[in-house]
């Protein structure tokens, strides 16, 4: 499942959802903790995204798996295998902190929702900075994740 697609590799095509959704699911958790008056709009959104960003980070580990198998099935040299390893440690931080992110940002939209049990005040405020934190966090990994694996693919082309 995770290494084709119509013949083509699965990771270059699987990762642009979570290029997508995970920095979607930073700037969502942070305008919702930031933002209250947003919460009853866009709570929505942060619950789909606290969960399909994660997933998505899963699929695009899951695929790069399978093409680093392929490249080294395919007898690539180590300085691009060496690469591609960095690029999978930032790529596996990026799915730990996404989940991190994501679960925070479902805590947090459990806690102040009218339909939670009225949670303490502070309890919101924790989770809101936990949120901003893991955004951060998050975003930066994402953002050194790509930029490896571009730097893995297009140096010296």
Same mark, same amino acid.
């Given at each position: 499942?995770?290494?084709?697609?119509?013949?083509?590799?699965?990771?270059?095509?699987?990762?642009?959802?979570?290029?997508?959704?995970?920095?979607?699911?930073?700037?969502?958790?942070?305008? =919702?903790?930031?933002?209250?008056?947003?919460?009853?709009?866009?709570?929505?959104?942060?619950?789909?995204?606290?969960?399909?960003?994660?997933?998505?980070?899963?699929?695009?580990?899951?695929?790069?798996?399978?093409?680093?198998?392929?490249?080294?099935?395919?007898? =690539?040299?180590?300085?691009?295998?060496?690469?591609?390893?960095?690029?999978?440690? =930032?790529?596996?931080?990026?799915?730990?902190?996404?989940?991190?992110?994501?679960?925070?940002?479902?805590?947090?939209?459990?806690?102040?929702?009218?339909?939670?049990?009225?949670?303490?005040?502070?309890?919101?405020?924790?989770?809101?900075?936990?949120?901003?934190?893991?955004?951060?966090?998050?975003? =930066?990994?994402?953002?050194?994740?790509?930029?490896?694996?571009?730097?893995?693919?297009?140096?010296?082309?």
């Amino acid at each position: 499942m995770f290494e084709e697609i119509a013949g083509l590799p699965a990771h270059p095509l699987l990762v642009h959802a979570a290029v997508v959704f995970i920095p979607l699911l930073a700037v969502v958790g942070v305008v =919702y903790a930031l933002v209250p008056k947003v919460r009853a709009r866009i709570g929505w959104a942060a619950v789909l995204l606290a969960v399909g960003a994660p997933l998505a980070a899963l699929v695009a580990r899951q695929s790069g798996q399978e093409l680093e198998k392929r490249l080294v099935a395919a007898n =690539y040299g180590q300085e691009i295998l060496a690469q591609v390893d960095d690029h999978q440690g =930032y790529g596996d931080l990026t799915l730990w902190f996404s989940l991190g992110l994501g679960a925070a940002t479902l805590l947090l939209v459990f806690a102040t929702s009218s339909r939670a049990r009225r949670a303490p005040a502070w309890l919101a405020w924790v989770l809101s900075a936990a949120v901003i934190v893991l955004a951060g966090f998050t975003g =930066y990994f994402v953002f050194k994740t790509g930029d490896t694996g571009a730097n893995a693919v297009w140096s010296g082309v």
